[in-house]
C-alpha cells in the first residue's frame, strides 16, 4: 500500500535551516505530485507549494519563495523540503501529502506521519 | 490573498446529520476548484475524505459524502458517529501563484 514515511523531529535556532525529507513506497513514484502542507501548534492546515516527481517543476506559494526549496530523488523514492531563515513562526508540524494525478481529479491521497519543526533559542 | 472560509465548529447528536460547508472569497465554489475533504483528529495526520467535489476513496465511510451547494462546496455527514468527532478541512484549487488553499477548518463535536 501507499506510504510516506518522513523524517523525525528538528530543533533549529532561529535563522538556521531544516530539511525534512518524505520517503515513499508502494507505489511508482511518478504517479504522485508532492504536496507540502504545515500546521502551527494549535491552528489549522497552510499549503506551502508542491513539486512535480517526473519534472522537479516546482511551485511554491508566494509567502514561501526564497526561503522553501522542494527537490526530489528518484533514486531512493524520497521528497525533500527547505526551509531556511527560520523563525519561531515557523514551528509547525510539516506534512507531505500525496496528489494521484493519473487522471484528472487532483486527488489528494496519502499524507506522511507530519515532522515536528521547533525553532527556539 | 484569497481566504476559504468554513464554520469554525459544529454540534451534532450521535445518529443524526450535519453539513459542512467551504466558501471563497473570489465567489462561488464550482467543480473547477476540486474541492478535497480532509478528517483530522488530534495528535494525527489529516486524513483524505473527500476529493474533486464528490467522489469518495475507497476507504471513505458511506456516511460521508460531498456536494456542491448554494456556492460552496459541502460535506455532509449522515447517520453520525461517536467518533467522527473530529476537526475537518476543505481544500480548494485556483491555479495560479496561489494553487491551493485551505479553509480554517471545522470542529465537529458529537454530543
Known amino acids: 500500500q501507499v506510504q510516506l514515511v518522513q523524517s523525525g523531529a528538528e530543533v533549529k535556532k532561529p535563522g538556521a535551516s531544516v530539511k525534512v525529507s518524505c520517503k515513499t513506497s508502494?507505489?511508482?513514484?511518478?504517479?504522485?505530485?508532492m504536496h507540502w502542507v504545515r500546521q502551527a501548534p494549535g491552528q489549522g492546515l497552510e499549503y506551502i507549494g508542491g513539486?512535480?516527481?517526473?519534472?522537479?517543476?516546482?511551485k511554491y506559494i508566494q509567502s514561501f519563495q526564497g526561503r522553501v526549496t522542494m527537490t526530489r530523488d528518484t533514486s531512493i523514492s524520497t521528497f525533500y523540503m527547505e526551509l531556511s531563515g527560520l523563525l519561531s513562526d515557523d514551528t509547525a508540524v510539516y506534512y507531505c501529502?500525496?496528489?494521484?494525478?493519473?487522471?484528472?481529479?487532483?486527488?489528494?491521497?496519502?499524507w506522511g506521519q507530519g515532522t515536528l519543526v521547533t525553532v527556539s533559542s | 490573498q484569497t481566504v476559504v472560509t468554513q464554520e469554525p465548529s459544529l454540534t451534532v447528536s450521535p445518529g443524526g446529520t450535519v453539513t459542512l460547508t467551504c466558501a471563497s472569497s473570489?465567489?462561488?465554489?464550482?467543480?473547477?476548484?476540486?474541492p478535497n475533504w480532509f478528517q483530522q483528529k488530534p495528535g494525527q495526520a489529516p486524513r483524505s475524505l473527500i476529493y474533486?467535489?464528490?467522489n469518495k476513496h475507497s476507504w471513505t465511510p458511506a456516511r460521508f459524502s460531498g456536494s456542491l451547494l448554494g456556492g460552496k462546496a459541502a460535506l455532509t455527514l449522515s447517520g453520525v458517529l461517536p467518533e467522527d468527532e473530529a476537526e475537518y478541512y476543505c481544500?480548494?484549487?485556483?491555479?495560479?501563484?496561489?494553487?491551493?488553499?485551505f479553509g480554517g477548518g471545522t470542529k465537529v463535536t458529537v454530543l
Open positions: 508502494g507505489y511508482t513514484f511518478t504517479g504522485f505530485y
Open positions: 481544500l480548494l484549487y485556483y491555479g495560479g501563484a496561489q494553487p491551493w488553499v
Open positions: 513539486i512535480n516527481p517526473e519534472t522537479g517543476d516546482r
Open positions: 474533486s467535489t464528490s
Open positions: 501529502a500525496g496528489e494521484n494525478f493519473s487522471d484528472s481529479f487532483k486527488k489528494f491521497e496519502c
Open positions: 473570489t465567489g462561488a465554489v464550482t467543480s473547477g476548484y476540486y
